[in-house]
């Protein structure tokens, strides 16, 4: 009898040869934006200028994508350890920290080059490049195994990071609160050390009974995190993460066929498995409404980007439809500053992409903005603003606290945002998108409250044109 990963990986070579390529919904677009020169990638994360971060397992490379270009050479070099191509060890996860554009920090998760322990590692961005690796993580805090070693890193609204750990391929491990494996965990930084209101005192748990996770992402308007998560052979998950909560591994597989109210049961289970992998939830303005909010996830065995939608308390799916039908495995999706989603996906196969793309839609203007915190605190944080015109176009973005009720018509377009604080005009150029990012004090008395955006811009005959209005509403 074959084993349950060789069962699963036959599985995955079915689906692959019996799928039938599917593209976008109307009015999406698939632009390839780098294919074949990453080797082996695993997830993603923007920092606040724009550049894209994008980790090489097997390498140990960060490399960049910066003004429509995959950059030649690492953004930074990490010595980590790896059994093999396929085995899910190596460089594994990244986030940058929220107040990025003050301390210039960015977090990774790896496996050290002697394969006993995953460590948590904080860089510094110096001079354009990450430097001065310093390990957070206590020795042997996070053992490692050839498989289940998790990695998956985001930050909540707080500034808090959240970071899963695999089982380690010893399932008791999920059950017991005595170790960090099979775990959701949560840290205060700069130093990783456990929130005072996290459900364990003293312990940086903050969920358990997990299995094998490959994506955490945070609801853009509830804060609250949520994770897919791969089964043994027989039910792979997406959950709603709780404070304390047990996810029931080994216990139970999937759902429960007797309920056990001491254990969360999963919004939505599929079987046969997919192999569920990187997740984020739309929070952009350039997709039709009915997008917005939405959970996308990526899966390794369909090969598919699939879109989940949310009752209003975000306990529930009420719906979940097939986005795009890749023609190999996916393996992360972003939402981008630009109002987009960004995709990791390869059809070599393999532990790890080797294409980046983005999914553009034709509602969107030209010229467009966006106004987004790419590590989700904005308060206290990072907000990045994000203009798409034509290359060599100059721009002039504005920024307010209100936005008028009606819009103003005026010769050049609706006019939607006061302009309150003008910022210096900005050429467009590479991938015809210009990026600015700045910092918000921690002022509490405008959480909650909304920031807007618009620009105009001077196109080449030379005309000038409104774009539409972004709205970021203000977490910490």
């Not at 550049?51 to 490379?61: A, C, K, Y």
């Not at 085995?87 to 002697?114: C, F, K, M, S, W």
């Not at 808090?160 to 099979?182: F, M, P």
Request: hydrophobic share 40%; charged share 10%.
């Amino acid at each position: 009898m074959p084993s349950f990963r060789l069962a699963r990986f036959l599985l995955a070579v079915a689906v692959a040869a019996t799928a039938t390529a599917q593209s976008p919904p109307a009015g999406f677009t698939y632009q390839t934006l780098s294919d074949g020169q990453l080797q082996g990638a695993t997830a993603m994360a923007f920092l606040p200028d724009g550049g894209l971060l994008i980790t090489e397992r097997v390498s140990g490379n960060v490399r960049i994508f910066r003004n429509g270009q995959l950059q030649a050479a690492p953004w930074a070099t990490i010595a980590v350890g790896t059994a093999s191509s396929f085995t899910e060890q190596g460089l594994l996860g990244i986030a940058v920290d929220p107040n990025h554009l003050v301390n210039r920090h960015v977090y990774v998760y790896y496996t050290e080059p002697t394969l006993n322990e995953n460590r948590i590692g904080r860089l510094t961005e110096v001079g354009g490049v990450g430097t001065n690796l310093t390990v957070l993580t206590p020795p042997g805090a996070i053992p490692a195994d050839w498989y289940h070693n998790g990695g998956t890193m985001v930050f909540g609204f707080d500034g808090t990071l959240y970071v899963s750990s695999g089982d380690s391929y010893i399932s008791a491990n999920a059950q017991t609160l005595g170790n960090l494996l099979g775990k959701v965990l949560r840290y205060e930084l700069p130093n990783l050390t456990a929130p005072a209101d996290n459900p364990f005192p003293g312990s940086p748990i903050y969920s358990y009974g997990h299995r094998n996770m490959f994506g955490l992402g945070i609801h853009p308007v509830t804060g609250v995190l949520y994770a897919t998560e791969n089964g043994l052979a027989l039910q792979d998950e997406i959950n709603r993460i709780l404070p304390g909560g047990n996810y029931g591994w080994p216990l139970v597989e999937g759902a429960e066929t007797t309920p056990n109210p001491a254990l969360v049961d999963p919004l939505r289970t599929y079987a046969p498995t997919i192999a569920p992998t990187g997740m984020c939830f739309y929070a952009g303005d350039h997709y039709p409404a009915s997008w917005k909010n939405v959970w996308f996830l990526t899966d390794y065995n369909a090969g598919r980007v699939r879109a989940v939608t949310l009752d209003a308390s975000g306990s529930s799916v009420q719906g979940e439809v097939t986005f795009h039908q890749l023609p190999g495995s996916g393996y992360g999706i972003l939402s981008g500053p630009d109002g987009n989603l960004w995709l990791l996906s390869n059809d070599l196969g393999g532990y790890g992409a080797d294409e980046l793309g983005r999914y553009v839609h034709a509602n969107e203007t030209v010229p467009s903005v966006q106004l987004s915190a790419v590590s989700n605190k904005s308060l206290g944080g990072t907000v990045t603003g994000c203009v798409r015109s034509i290359d060599n176009d100059i721009v002039v973005p504005w920024l307010s606290l209100s936005r008028f009720p009606t819009p103003v018509a005026t010769p050049l377009g609706n006019w939607w945002v006061p302009t309150d604080v003008m910022l210096a005009p900005m050429l467009v150029s590479n991938d015809a998108r210009v990026y600015f990012p700045f910092s918000l004090p921690n002022d509490r008395s405008f959480l909650g409250t909304s920031l807007h955006l618009q620009a105009v811009s001077v196109f080449a005959q030379p005309t000038l044109w409104l774009s539409n209005a972004s709205e970021l509403v203000l977490r910490g």
